[in-house]
């Protein structure tokens, strides 16, 4: 699972892209968010492929200070937005009564499995809403892509891994990269000391599994005007690219 937060003054920007192997009727995706988004698209995977590759660790060292930031109607469900999303049925819903979301949802061919109900019990004691995403009719697993979601500015950047894990795999990675004007690091776990010598891969598990999983590795944290900008793409999936180094200043991975 690959995130993307891009955090400005003026927007909160979420991008999310998650794996999937399956049926397309049987493609379920529901995301606990704080607030309503402001707008929900699409995001070029090949964007995110080439995030990717430029941010690899390079194991050098430095010395900046680590910040993050760490996290409403009651009854009936409230629908705070229906709409097609690339090829994407997505909705935002909310109610402090868990099992009213679940049967406005699976009324509405989402679907959500018992695994999910009691996490969404605890998102919703929370505060928490829900994006529920399903594929649209016609659409295939091959036209999954990535979401993009705006937020309004302040929005915390946090990832809600109880969900996760329904469907994680036992070594399953999940890499977030943070575009904003400075150095960001975990706010609720550890970040965690991984030695660079051997397979780092490895190393990061086994680092991982010392504290439970519940820890964090700084790969990179540069800014963005050292990463090369020399791709030959261009098109969508460069402007997509462009654009979000061009409007932070520093990228945390």
């Given at each position: 699972e690959r995130i993307v937060f891009a955090i400005s003054d003026e927007r909160t920007t979420m991008i999310a892209q998650v794996r999937y192997v399956g049926a397309p009727d049987e493609f379920a995706w529901?995301?606990?968010?704080?607030?309503?988004?402001?707008?929900?698209?699409?995001?070029?995977?090949?964007?995110?492929?080439?995030?990717?590759?430029?941010?690899?660790?390079?194991f050098s060292s430095c010395g900046v200070d680590y910040e993050y930031y760490g996290s409403p109607d009651t009854g009936p469900v409230v629908v705070h937005a229906e709409?097609?999303?690339?090829?994407?049925?997505?909705?935002?819903?909310?109610?402090?009564?868990?099992?009213?979301?679940?049967?406005?949802?699976?009324?509405?061919?989402f679907r959500v499995t018992e695994a999910m109900i009691p996490l969404m019990a605890e998102?919703?004691?929370?505060?928490?809403?829900?994006?529920?995403?399903?594929?649209?009719?016609?659409?295939?697993?091959?036209?999954?892509?990535?979401?993009?979601?705006?937020?309004p500015a302040g929005t915390p950047a946090s990832?809600?891994?109880?969900?996760?894990?329904?469907?994680?795999?036992?070594?399953?990675?999940?890499?977030?990269?943070?575009l904003a004007d400075r150095k960001y690091g975990p706010g609720n776990w550890s970040e965690l000391d991984v030695p660079e010598d051997g397979?780092?891969?490895?190393?990061?598990?086994?680092?991982?599994?010392?504290?439970?999983?519940?820890?964090?590795?700084t790969e990179t944290a540069v800014p963005t005007s050292t990463l090369p900008r020399d791709w030959s793409f261009a098109g969508e999936t460069g402007a997509a690219l462009d654009a979000l180094l061009d409007e932070h200043r520093y990228l945390t991975r």
């Open positions: 529901i995301l606990p968010i704080g607030v309503v988004p402001d707008r929900m698209d699409t995001f070029p995977i090949g964007a995110l492929d080439v995030l990717d590759d430029l941010s690899r660790p390079t709409e097609q999303v690339g090829p994407y049925e997505a909705a935002v819903v909310e109610s402090d009564d868990v099992d009213a979301i679940v049967a406005w949802l699976r009324e509405r061919d998102y919703a004691g929370e505060g928490m809403m829900f994006l529920a995403l399903r594929l649209r009719a016609g659409a295939s697993v091959g036209d999954i892509e990535p979401l993009l979601m705006d937020f990832i809600p891994l109880r969900m996760t894990a329904i469907a994680a795999q036992p070594e399953m990675a999940i890499r977030v990269f943070i397979n780092w891969a490895v190393n990061v598990a086994r680092a991982a599994d010392e504290f439970g999983g519940l820890g964090w590795v």
